[in-house]
């Protein structure tokens, strides 16, 4: 998934000095905080590309603040999960990843979820990726609108697209060649 997904960062447009990935035992649930809340933020602006990428295991939890209709918030697990008692430590809630992506400073983030349970997630591997892009250039992404479930409280409807592999009560499919979702994007 990582190989294919570098290959559509690269078509995008990205550098490679544009893309900070966590993978192996990296992706842990500060260090993809942290990865949100100041490297794809720092020195973006309103007309910059931001692309945010995991790929890895996600689930679901009970809602921690009644906001969720199924009773469930989506979680992305990552490298650090654990369960202690009958409770796990260390998720990253659709909640929490929605109150930061709002965050980062453009008008053209794209959120792309590969696991289980990721329809609403967006509220493994992490990939950060940021662009500085003159909107008038050859070949400039356009600005798309989500009309999907993702809009962020706060956040500006054209401002940001999401896919995700599945939605909240499915599983996402892989092959040996990686899973599904990421290979369609490099296909």
Same mark, same amino acid.
């Given at each position: 998934?990582?190989?294919?997904m570098q290959e ?8 490679p000095d544009e ?9 842990? @649930? @500060? ?8 490297? %794809? ?5 309103? &007309?910059d590309m931001a ?10 939890? @009970?809602?921690? &603040? ?88 706060? @956040? ?6 999401? %896919? ?15 899973? %599904? ?7």
């Amino acid at each position: 998934d990582l190989v294919h997904m570098q290959e559509v960062a690269r078509i995008m447009g990205f550098a490679p000095d544009e893309i900070m990935i966590l993978r192996g035992k990296q992706p842990t @649930a @500060a260090a993809i905080r942290n990865g949100i809340a100041s490297w %794809l933020t720092e020195g973006v602006g309103p &007309d910059d590309m931001a692309l945010f990428y995991y790929t890895g295991h996600g689930s679901f939890i @009970a809602d921690s &603040d009644g906001d969720e209709q199924d009773g469930q918030d989506e979680i992305l697990c990552p490298s650090d999960i654990r369960a202690v008692g009958d409770r796990l430590e260390n998720v990253f809630r659709d909640d929490e990843f929605g109150s930061l992506i709002v965050r980062v400073p453009t008008n053209r983030c794209y959120v792309l979820i590969d696991a289980c349970h990721s329809g609403t997630a967006s509220r493994g591997q992490v990939k950060f990726v940021k662009k500085r892009m003159d909107l008038t250039e050859p070949g400039a992404v356009p600005v798309g609108r989500h009309r999907g479930q993702f809009t962020p409280e706060g @956040a500006r409807p054209s401002a940001y697209i999401a %896919l995700s592999a599945c939605l909240d009560n499915q599983s996402a499919l892989a092959s040996e060649n990686g899973s %599904l979702f990421t290979t369609g994007l490099f296909l």
